[in-house]
């Protein structure tokens, strides 16, 4: 027995006779025993870039050729990347910029990277007081305009005669929610530059963002463009079991555990991201149960999981009014409205927006809001005769609601409607 093993038990006598239980204790005693299948969880995170990136060895190259004048003190192209969620885009930006960086600091050069997620950052002026603080510049988190920080940022690079080369990931999330004013204007912080100054490397899921650009912006971003193509099984395969060799013990994964995780990934359009993530959770769920090997079983049974989790990413993410109409639809559902024709639907949506202060969409803008949710999978539309009293739209929800519950408790202004009644259960009820 370990020196923390006698801690434990020591620590569950003085509970027995305290007259306490522990109600860990179970799972602490699983933990020390059960055989071990995670040799090293790290290489199993999202955010891990590995030494060798399997079947990305053309797009490695063709960045670093594109960004390479940089190590010459140069300004490179600004590029574009674009392809779909689990193409490696990331991975590759981050790998050329970690092997950048190493030359840079070796050959002494005045040149930095910045890797920044637009999603994560939220807003434009987390945006350029990231840009800010990765040379240098300290900005508060509040409290300064935007034109300010931009002014900041844009001094400095002039005054340190530096080169930084900026990944923006996930721009199109930017874009959507602010416009392209900012990015118009990275892409001509350089004019009044002689030296040094900013390299932007644009990476987008969206395949169709280009289109939203403004054509000047379009014309200084895509200088270069990089398309990443979906992985097939059999690329995902290799991509797992280089992942696996370096996670897990030997013997506690088998190249069919592999091959099913790749094989069910290649289904959701060649996504690595995936395919990683269900072979790390499958592994957890088999290691939770005290087995010594990931089987089958426990692969379908983190399918669900992530199937689950996804569904809550997608819906936290939404726009506040496309979340207001789906509160909408899960307040008439769990009173037992169901399918509810659109015009009873757009009642009841201006009835929650009043509820909590907000300005109601017209009627035109929430029905495209309901047709970008039957896009995604959300809830269906379909057309319907109502006789002689004309067409309209009957709406069903395709989401469980229990899962739809799980968001609005997430959301601390959306929570306090969960309870609420609408006008058009209590009219149909009394009808």
Do not use: W
């Amino acid at each position: 027995m370990n020196n923390y093993s006698k801690k434990i038990q020591g620590l569950n006598l003085q509970l027995k006779k305290r007259g306490v239980e522990d109600p860990l204790q179970d799972v602490v005693k699983k933990a020390l025993e059960r055989p071990k299948i995670f040799k090293d969880r790290q290489v199993m995170r999202s955010d891990y870039v590995p030494g060798t990136l399997p079947h990305r060895s053309d797009h490695i190259r063709r960045l670093g050729e594109i960004l390479s004048p940089a190590l010459r003190f140069s300004r490179a192209s600004n590029v574009f990347i674009y392809g779909k969620t689990g193409t490696g885009k990331t991975a590759v930006v981050k790998y050329v910029f970690n092997r950048f960086r190493e030359v840079a600091e070796l050959e002494g050069l005045p040149l930095y990277f910045s890797y920044i997620n637009c999603r994560i950052a939220g807003t434009e002026y987390r945006v350029l007081a990231e840009l800010c603080e990765s040379i240098g510049v300290k900005v508060p988190f509040t409290g300064l305009s935007k034109a300010e920080v931009f002014n900041r940022f844009r001094n400095s690079l002039r005054e340190k005669n530096i080169i930084l080369v900026a990944s923006l990931d996930e721009i199109d999330v930017l874009v959507k929610n602010y416009g392209d004013n900012l990015l118009y204007e990275l892409t001509r912080v350089n004019e009044s530059f002689e030296t040094g100054g900013l390299n932007i490397v644009g990476v987008s899921n969206d395949l169709h963002f280009k289109e939203s650009l403004d054509p000047r912006v379009l014309s200084s971003l895509s200088e270069e463009e990089l398309v990443f193509h979906p992985y097939t099984a059999l690329e995902l395969v290799d991509i797992l079991m280089e992942r696996a060799a370096m996670a897990f013990y030997p013997g506690t994964v088998s190249e069919e555990v592999i091959r099913l995780c790749a094989a069910l990934a290649a289904q959701e359009h060649g996504d690595a991201r995936r395919a990683i993530d269900l072979l790390r959770v499958a592994a957890e769920i088999a290691e939770r149960s005290g087995a010594s090997i990931v089987e089958e079983k426990h692969v379908r049974l983190a399918q669900n999981m992530i199937e689950r989790g996804r569904v809550f990413e997608a819906l936290s993410t939404l726009p506040l009014h496309s979340k207001l109409v789906l509160t909408t639809l899960y307040l008439l559902a769990r009173n037992d409205l169901n399918n509810p024709t659109s015009g009873i639907l757009y009642e009841t949506y201006r009835e929650v927006c009043s509820l909590i202060g907000m300005e109601p969409l017209s009627d035109r803008r929430v029905s495209m809001l309901i047709s970008e949710l039957d896009m995604l999978g959300v809830l269906r539309s379909e057309v319907v005769s109502m006789g002689r009293y004309g067409r309209t739209r009957r709406i069903t929800l395709m989401t469980p609601i229990d899962e739809i519950q799980q968001v609005l408790e997430s959301d601390d202004l959306l929570k306090t409607l969960i309870n609420h009644r609408p006008t058009a259960v209590i009219k149909n009820r009394s009808s």
